[in-house]
């Protein structure tokens, strides 16, 4: 009995442990062919993350960067000649928020 009571112990013990642990965030990405240049690509999406409101925009050879809320955007437009790739990428705690600005911002860069 009392060998059942210390297993069940650490066993309770260590599902608390893992729950206390804070969860992953989540990774929602896409890419998308344009008919339209990169510099083009890169115009566009900069001015749809203005239209949303996002804060600390930065960008750099490697995308467009920024927050709303507690998520965290990467956009970035990859030259294919005189066509683009898009790649969207964003990434937070809350799938749902996540899913959808993932979704507005591939809608809305065309």
């Known amino acids: 009995m009392?060998?059942?009571f210390l297993a069940f112990l650490c066993i309770t013990s260590s599902?608390?442990?893992a729950n206390s642990q804070p969860t992953p965030p989540e990774l929602w990405s896409w890419f998308k062919d344009l008919d339209k240049s990169?510099?083009?690509c890169e115009i566009q999406s900069s001015f749809v993350l203005q239209k949303l409101k996002i804060e600390n925009q930065?960008?750099?050879?490697y995308?467009?960067?920024g927050n709303i809320k507690d998520n965290r955007i990467v956009v970035k437009c990859i030259d294919?000649?005189?066509k683009?790739?898009?790649?969207v990428a964003v990434a937070g705690n809350d799938k749902v928020s996540v899913e959808l600005l993932r979704n507005l911002l591939i809608k809305e860069i065309k």
């Open 63 to 65: 995308g467009i960067y």
């Open 2 to 4: 009392k060998k059942l």
């Open 80 to 82: 294919m000649g005189e």
């Open 38 to 40: 990169a510099k083009a």
């Open 58 to 61: 930065t960008e750099n050879e």
């Open 15 to 17: 599902l608390s442990y």
């Open 84 to 87: 683009s790739k898009l790649w």
